[in-house]
């Protein structure tokens, strides 16, 4: 069921929010070469307590730590470790706050250093394609309008659509109804309504859509080892548009 979040409740998702978008606007600083993912990790989980709130994905169906790192041709769900970030990389981090019972969600990809053309490129057009998928929100509008949107703006640029991975609802849990594809059709899907809280997560490739999962069970690569970027906000569906609540 696809919940309307009351005023309390969007008060508290609007903190959740900001928690999560201020720990990316403070770990931004630190992705510099030679730091390791696993370093990553533990300045996350320290942010995120001393705002009173904790890590979604700690512990989420097994997930080891507390934050997603996804290097490169890393898609998404990368688990942090003693690999070290290089000059040229590009780092997705995935980000997740729970405030008094309530979550906000929000990946971003970021730059190692000076990267290659092709890499700007694809999370210049990434990031886009998110803002893109984010301005036919409103009340009235449909789910399937949001990823329309998101993959015209994908395939007129040469990009490959993950579509096996999607956005959906938050809330009390950081995954709630409904599911918000990167692909669809216009007048297709769910109705929004005024009070719906959802992220939207493009997942987009330098190369095909095709992807794999590895031997962790979490980590999710490109087929073709090309690299990936992934661009995620927390929103609140208005009645003539949407609020961000993870804004960095």
Do not use: Q
């Not at 490169?72 to 997740?96: A, M, Q, Y």
């Amino acid at each position: 069921m696809i919940e309307i979040k009351s005023k309390r409740e969007i008060e508290l998702l609007k903190i959740a929010g900001e928690i999560t978008g201020a720990t990316h606007l403070y770990l931004e600083k630190f992705i510099k070469p030679g730091i390791t993912t696993k370093e990553l990790d533990k300045l996350a989980y320290d942010f995120i307590i001393s705002k009173g709130a904790t890590p979604s994905f700690l512990n989420y169906d097994g997930f080891p730590a507390s934050i997603c790192v996804s290097i490169n041709e890393e898609v998404v769900h990368g688990i942090p470790s003693n690999r070290k970030l290089k000059k040229g990389d590009i780092v997705s981090l995935d980000i997740g706050a729970c405030y008094k019972g309530y979550h906000g969600d929000s990946a971003w990809t970021y730059k190692v250093g000076e990267v290659k053309s092709e890499l700007s490129y694809l999370l210049k057009h990434t990031e886009k394609a998110l803002f893109e998928g984010l301005s036919v929100i409103k009340e009235g509008a449909h789910i399937g309008d949001i990823g329309y949107a998101i993959e015209k703006y994908a395939l007129e640029h040469n990009l490959g659509v993950v579509k096996e991975l999607v956005g959906h609802g938050v809330g009390r849990n950081v995954h709630e109804e409904p599911d918000v594809p990167n692909y669809g059709k216009k007048g297709t899907g769910p109705v929004l309504k005024e009070g719906m809280v959802i992220a939207v997560e493009p997942m987009i490739n330098l190369g095909t859509a095709d992807i794999a999962i590895l031997d962790d069970g979490w980590t999710i690569v490109t087929m073709d080892d090309a690299p990936s970027a992934h661009f995620e906000h927390t929103v609140l569906v208005t009645k003539d548009g949407y609020t961000i609540l993870t804004k960095r």
